[in-house]
């Protein structure tokens, strides 16, 4: 007669059936995912003038060819193939990039293509389950899953003079490697919550997330082949607020100013390294993603905003006016 303790007890889950269950979500994804990544062909031109052929993947959004990469994929390039999972060769037309995301959109020539599911990488939690597709080394639909090691961290992105983070970066432990930039990270679901990007090197797993942020960028990126942004001219992290400060804000955390771009409107607005920002235009900056925001709105641009601002345990506002960023 089995016990209380006993490992035969047929409702006690084994590892087997653990296993099982794991395994059948991520296959569950792949198959359902893996028609709407391509590879990525992209020629580009190397020293001597010779031509060679980059690779990398494309999440398919609209069943009418436009497909979701990463900015560095197609550096350079106007042109490139989309190899689908069911074999067709689809010539591929860049529509769009924006470094400073590391985002871009590029549309094939070819009708009836199976668009991923989109979700939103702000609801994601440490420890979800997420599966990355790809193709890197060329290898067409690999598969690789891990869970979200860590939300939150920032990637550097650069474009001609100016450098910004991308915020809210997600990091996963699935193996990511050259060619898996591009792909596709979803959720256990098989929601595309984040563009892959292997920049940071082997093994680390960073994936640009799709939120309703990421999701304007797209939108402009389709509609105009560019993202128009404001420009203040600070660099800046994360400042949990002194007690009384917080008390008397409602507000926890603000931006420390760690450097302040000369001549930018921030300088003529007279701010500071030091200074702690804790509202732009009347909403909460508790971060660094939290202004950004702010600053990818057109109409910020050649508008007024207040900034209210921490100096030496005095609050004050201050008024800048953001300008256009311009490569």
Do not use: K
């Amino acid at each position: 007669m089995a016990t209380a303790l006993d490992p035969r007890r047929p409702d006690t889950p084994d590892d087997t059936d653990a296993l099982d269950a794991y395994s059948r979500a991520v296959i569950n994804v792949a198959e359902n995912l893996t028609p709407s990544v391509a590879a990525l062909q992209v020629p580009r031109r190397v020293r001597g003038g010779r031509t060679a052929m980059g690779s990398g993947s494309g999440v398919i959004i609209t069943p009418d060819g436009y497909l979701l990469t990463s900015a560095h994929v197609v550096e350079g390039a106007t042109t490139a193939t989309a190899v689908l999972a069911d074999g067709r060769e689809l010539p591929v037309e860049v529509a769009g990039r924006d470094a400073l995301s590391d985002l871009a959109v590029v549309r094939a020539n070819g009708n009836g293509l199976t668009p991923a599911r989109l979700g939103d990488a702000d609801r994601l939690r440490v420890g979800q389950l997420v599966v990355a597709i790809g193709n890197p080394m060329g290898l067409a639909g690999t598969v690789t899953a891990g869970v979200v090691s860590a939300l939150g961290r920032s990637l550097a992105a650069r474009s001609g003079e100016h450098a910004r983070m991308v915020e809210n970066v997600i990091q996963t432990d699935a193996a990511l490697n050259p060619g898996n930039s591009g792909g596709a990270l979803a959720t256990g679901d098989g929601d595309v919550i984040g563009i892959n990007t292997a920049l940071a090197g082997y093994g680390l797993g960073l994936a640009v997330p799709i939120n309703a942020t990421t999701l304007r960028i797209v939108g402009a990126l389709m509609h105009d082949g560019r993202v128009r942004r404001a420009f203040l001219g600070v660099a800046g992290q994360r400042r949990a607020l002194p007690p009384s400060v917080a008390q008397t804000t409602g507000r926890a955390a603000g931006i420390a100013v760690m450097s302040v771009v000369a001549g930018s409107p921030a300088e003529v607005a007279g701010l500071r390294a030091g200074d702690v920002i804790i509202e732009a235009d009347g909403a909460p900056t508790a971060d660094a993603g939290d202004l950004q925001r702010l600053m990818m709105s057109n109409d910020a641009i050649g508008r007024r905003v207040a900034l209210r601002v921490l100096r030496d345990r005095d609050l004050q506002t201050l008024v800048a006016v953001p300008v256009e960023l311009r490569d």
